[in-house]
């Protein structure tokens, strides 16, 4: 049995709900979904609890916030004692 799925499945909803949080209090959704050509309401399902994005569409909106926000987001995976 190998923990990998477990530990990237929890490490992908802490990250949708991170990400929803952040564009909830600084862009919004309906900005959002003017950018992508995409319903608010789809972008709220895709980064929600059971939301499963596409790896692009998920780049896409990270550099986005990037660009608009002036941050740089960055993830690294490191060992705990």
Known sequence: MTVFPDVF??????????L???INATIGFEELS?????SSK???RMFGPKG???VSNLFAVIHYLQEQ????????ARKVA
């Open 42 to 44: 789809s972008l709220m």
């Open 34 to 38: 003017q950018v992508f050509d995409k």
């Open 52 to 54: 499963n994005p596409l």
């Open 9 to 18: 499945t929890e490490m992908a909803v802490l990250l949708k709900a991170v």
């Open 69 to 76: 926000e002036g941050i740089h987001l960055e993830f690294k």
């Open 20 to 22: 929803r949080d952040y």
